[in-house]
């Protein structure tokens, strides 16, 4: 079980003031990682670095970080590297939703969503890389794609999301490719529908329906995600790359 654990690294984690971030970060703080928590919004990041820490008696910092801003990434790691140490493990989990018709985007709408779910992916993937890389760190990186990237969602419209999430499988794979020669591993996880404060907020007649074509009847919870970030950033997963593992309840099983 040890293989498992997560003593003695230090792990970014993005998009970790709320949502699934936030859950799984504490996870990875129960097994022993001490964590930065990036985040755009720094207060409520600082709230949630606090609980987790006093809660399992490890170091967590709260970090502001833009994920769209390449320079913002930049200073994020160098903070990080100042108050907790050289980067281990990074799970790469920010992003945003739009639900919006195609035909009635606007270029700035498309391109926003574009900015943080891919562009942002790949800005700290390749920032983590290379500080890995230079410290000859065998990195781990777990990138949140989703089962929109494989399959198309109804009856809500987000062409600009799916586009996104499955540009985020198929980086995996070839970072996971390009970077091996270092022993830096790249893999995903693709939630289906999960219960956070986004989804608390879509409307109910899609949550509805939504039950009604998932296998097990209900929405996951982030809880259930946090075992698969943990074997993908801890040593139990050592042969493991280029993996996207989907944790959808059976959703696109049917």
């Known amino acids: 079980m040890d293989r498992f654990s997560l003593a003695g690294k230090r792990v970014v984690v993005t998009g970790g003031a709320q949502g699934i971030g936030k859950v799984v970060a504490d996870y990875l703080a129960e097994a022993g990682a001490e964590i930065g928590i990036f985040d755009i919004n720094k207060q409520l990041a600082k709230k949630t670095a606090e609980q987790i820490s006093?809660?399992?008696?490890?170091?967590v910092e709260a970090?502001?970080?833009?994920v769209t801003s390449p320079e913002s990434i930049t200073n994020a790691f160098d903070s990080f590297s100042l108050d907790i140490g050289v980067v281990d493990a990074v799970f790469n989990n920010a992003g945003i939703v739009l639900h919006k018709e195609a035909e009635t985007l606007t270029p700035e709408e498309w391109l926003r969503v574009i900015d943080?779910?891919?562009n942002g992916v790949f800005f700290v993937a390749q920032e983590?890389?290379?500080r890995f890389i230079k410290n000859k760190t065998k990195g781990t990186i777990v990138n949140t794609a989703s089962m929109s990237g494989i399959i198309v969602n109804i009856p809500q419209c987000q062409a600009s999301y799916n586009t996104a999430k499955a540009a985020v499988i198929h980086m995996t794979k070839s970072l996971a490719v390009e970077w091996a020669k270092y022993d830096i591993r790249v893999n995903s996880i693709s939630p289906g529908y999960i219960h956070t404060e986004m989804t608390a907020q879509v409307r109910q007649d899609w949550k509805d329906y939504w039950l009604s074509l998932i296998p097990f009847g209900r929405m996951g919870l982030p809880e259930e995600l946090a075992g698969a970030v943990l074997y993908l950033l801890s040593d139990a997963s050592s042969y493991t790359?280029?993996?996207n593992i989907v944790i959808d309840g059976g959703f696109t099983t049917v």
């Open 241 to 243: 790359t280029g993996a």
């Open 63 to 66: 970090i502001y970080c833009d």
């Open 128 to 130: 983590a890389a290379r």
């Open 116 to 118: 943080v779910d891919v």
């Open 54 to 59: 006093s809660r399992h008696n490890i170091k």
